[in-house]
């Protein structure tokens, strides 16, 4: 049985579903299993496969059903406007909080830390390893250009995402994002110009233009099973690059975007990706 929990920690999780029935159900049964029960609202871009039903076998959770795929960042701010706790945990639905804890202790660290606008946990693989994109900095020119060099020479990322301790960053991954409601309705919710792809990097920077920290918390980890098909689907790679345009169009002004538009074939090519993504 749940603790209860105090007001100052209650919390609501917002999970946007797009035909994840095969995977949702795992993860809103971690959630049911949580030490501090959240209230859930599952957003769904309207789904063909069944995610609805499954949502409906469970009456304690709130649906909203959109009419047609409105995207991340659309569907985040739908299930915002319904949130009326002190903090909103944005949740993907092919993940899984293995440790009843987890949740409780993501609350915690926010509640701890008053200057904390957004936190998020290490993800790990189904097998346990760590998996990597989890934070990281602003990707301007200079470190998508150290990025790459990284790969080019030492075959690895520009960050240790194994690292035991809690870092204040720049940006933390969507999947798990657990922020203060009053953050982010203060920065006007989710950017939905952004259909996919980079909305979190932009969320995680206005809330720091806006005077909050964000943090990278690996003492809460929690399963993530997508991210690896990613790679090899060529509408969502153009998807991703026409994000990352996007982007920088909007934070890093007109010469960066353009150069970026410039340079990024060759360093698509630069770092084995080439072909992958039209822009």
């Not at 979190?200 to 980890?221: F, I």
């Not at 002004?253 to 360093?267: C, D, K, V």
């Amino acid at each position: 049985m749940g603790i209860v929990s105090a007001e100052e920690d209650r919390v609501t999780v917002i999970i946007v579903t797009y035909n994840n029935a095969a995977v949702l159900p795992a993860c809103l049964d971690s959630l049911a299993e949580q030490t501090l029960p959240p209230a859930v609202i599952v957003v769904d871009n309207a789904s063909s496969d069944g995610t609805v039903d499954e949502v409906r076998r469970r009456p304690y959770i709130r649906l909203v059903s959109l009419d047609s795929n409105r995207g991340f960042s659309a569907a985040n701010n739908r299930g915002c406007a319904l949130v009326a706790t002190p903090f909103v945990l944005f949740l993907n639905p092919d993940t899984c909080l293995q440790e009843a804890t987890a949740l409780e202790h993501l609350v915690r660290f926010l509640r701890d830390h008053p200057r904390i606008g957004a936190a998020a946990p290490r993800l790990v693989w189904p097998d346990g390893t760590i998996q990597p994109y989890a934070f990281g900095d602003d990707p301007t020119l200079w470190y998508i250009c150290r990025r790459a060099l990284c790969r080019l020479l030492k075959g690895q990322g520009r960050h240790d995402w194994a690292t035991p301790a809690p870092q204040r960053v720049d940006w933390v991954a969507g999947t798990c994002l657990l922020a203060r409601g009053e953050a982010v309705r203060a920065i006007g919710g989710w950017d939905e110009s952004f259909f996919l792809y980079f909305e979190d990097n932009d969320l995680c920077r206005r809330l720091r233009t806006a005077g909050w920290e964000v943090w990278y918390n690996p003492t809460v980890q929690i399963t993530h099973l997508g991210g690896q098909a990613d790679y090899q689907d060529i509408p969502r790679r153009r998807l991703y690059y026409k994000s990352m345009l996007r982007y920088y169009r909007k934070h890093e002004g007109l010469l960066a975007w353009a150069i970026l538009a410039i340079l990024l074939r060759p360093y698509l090519w630069l770092t084995g990706m080439a072909g992958s993504a039209a822009v």
